[in-house]
């Protein structure tokens, strides 16, 4: 990537026939020269910055009129870039924004990388690199906890503690590193204090680490797969949880034939549930399709909900259900309770994990996402309250910081000499640069940035 350059891409969703705004941003030296080669209409107002101007987009080599627009004017430094950005605010679908753009590539602008808006912010100094990462994870947000656990990370309140354990780093190994050159002229190192600080940092490291799985969590969410025979109410379980007429719902056996999803949030967790086909023999094709289908949805959910009908209780088709799927996550759910006839005693004893419902009826239902919760978190606190989480780039790198540290507290209690303390407090710095992003390597930016959307 080379800064010098003028770059410009769609920064919206680009939708067919729904979009009401679509922007196109330019980016670079060249933009507020390249804007003025095609906008008309406010060549009698000043180009400060941060000021709209309203007008219209026109080919310069055949004065087509293309689009009636909003021009926002951003100049360096006081922009996402920190570079002169320019904004068009044209109409929304797919025509309008993408002759603007062409416009603009063919006036001398390079068209963006995935993330590369993002990518100049950091290297110009505007973010760093958590905070990149916060805007894609913004963007990406699934539920309103995730969004502001994001909105946390871009307000710098995880760079914050990550740079303090990194400059307390720095401080000590100029502490040795001054032995080493001067041990004759400085007292010697106070080798308990040293140690009493590592186990406060090594303290600090880990409960940054411990946010990691359930920030995964929260960013990617849970897959939950509804089974059971046919007629025992999965669909109306579905419909009842989703507040929907999602699934279809009737009398008769194998009416599901497909998976069906639905997308909901239970304690700040993404859920995408799936509501699979009656398992059981049959002859027909399709349906046979279908329970083959909701056997594999079933093998890679991250958690199972076996219905039953408290009607009928436990029967030996849900035992033929039960038994490929007894060594996964799995949560018992006996509907229709209203409508219980057999002692269910014996199979409750057998699930410890079970919520009792009645989906025709919608209820059960809060009972059920607090089963979920339970058999997520395990007792321990919930997702939600998550303020900051890290991801998996972080943990893996935060990993290798705190390993240097404690090989670092281990060669302070066996004596070693002090080039070895300095060996790998070096490499716990380095590794806690590569998260905030002190220490950039072209591979660690390729790799976060490839993740972007284009015009981000």
Avoid at 53 to 75: F, I, K, N, Q, R
Avoid at 262 to 272: A, E, T, W
Wanted: glycine content about 8%; proline content about 4%.
């Amino acid at each position: 990537m080379q800064l010098g350059t003028t770059i410009a891409a769609i920064a919206t969703a680009i939708v067919p026939e729904q979009g009401s705004i679509g922007i196109v941003r330019l980016s670079g030296p060249e933009a507020v020269a390249i804007a003025q080669q095609i906008f008309r209409g406010g060549r009698d107002r000043a180009w400060s910055s941060h000021r709209i101007l309203y007008g219209h987009v026109v080919d310069p080599a055949s004065a087509t009129l293309v689009d009636e627009v909003l021009l926002l004017v951003m100049l360096a430094p006081r922009s996402y870039t920190k570079e002169d950005v320019i904004e068009f605010h044209c109409h929304g679908g797919l025509i309008p924004v993408q002759q603007v753009l062409q416009l603009c590539l063919a006036q001398g602008a390079k068209l963006a990388q995935p993330g590369e808006f993002t990518l100049r912010a950091v290297l110009n100094g505007r973010l760093d690199v958590i905070q990149a990462e916060s805007v894609a994870d913004l963007v990406g947000a699934k539920s309103p906890q995730t969004a502001q656990m994001a909105l946390a990370g871009l307000q710098g309140k995880l760079a914050q503690p990550i740079r303090a354990i990194r400059s307390a780093c720095l401080d000590m190994l100029a502490e040795i590193e001054a032995r080493l050159d001067f041990a004759d002229d400085l007292p010697p190192l106070g080798e308990t204090a040293l140690q009493t600080q590592l186990a406060h940092l090594l303290q600090q490291l880990g409960e940054i680490l411990s946010t990691a799985n359930r920030g995964e969590l929260l960013r990617t969410g849970l897959k939950i797969a509804i089974v059971g025979r046919p007629n025992v109410g999965k669909s109306s379980l579905l419909n009842a949880w989703s507040r929907t007429d999602r699934a279809i719902v009737t009398n008769l056996p194998g009416t599901t034939r497909d998976v069906v999803e639905s997308s909901l949030v239970v304690g700040g967790i993404p859920i995408q549930v799936l509501d699979t086909a009656g398992m059981r023999d049959t002859e027909d094709q399709v349906e046979k399709i279908g329970v083959e289908r909701s056997r594999q949805a079933a093998s890679h959910a991250d958690l199972v909900l076996l219905v039953i009908d408290a009607q009928t209780g436990w029967t030996q088709a849900d035992q033929v259900i039960y038994e490929p799927l007894k060594s996964r996550p799995l949560l018992l759910v006996v509907n229709k309770i209203d409508l219980a006839t057999p002692d269910l005693t014996a199979i409750l004893e057998q699930f410890p994990c079970h919520v009792k419902t009645a989906a025709a009826q919608g209820t059960g239902i809060t009972e059920l996402e607090q089963a979920i919760l339970e058999q997520v978190h395990q007792g321990q606190v919930t997702a939600a309250n998550l303020d900051i989480a890290i991801n998996q780039r972080q943990a893996a790198t935060l990993t290798q910081a705190w390993q240097s540290l404690n090989q670092v507290q281990q060669a302070i209690a066996e004596q070693l000499p002090l080039d070895f303390w300095t060996i790998d407090l070096r490499a716990a710095i380095t590794a806690l640069g590569q998260v905030t992003g002190e220490e950039l390597t072209e591979s660690m930016l390729e790799r976060i940035f490839s993740q972007f959307c284009i015009g981000k």
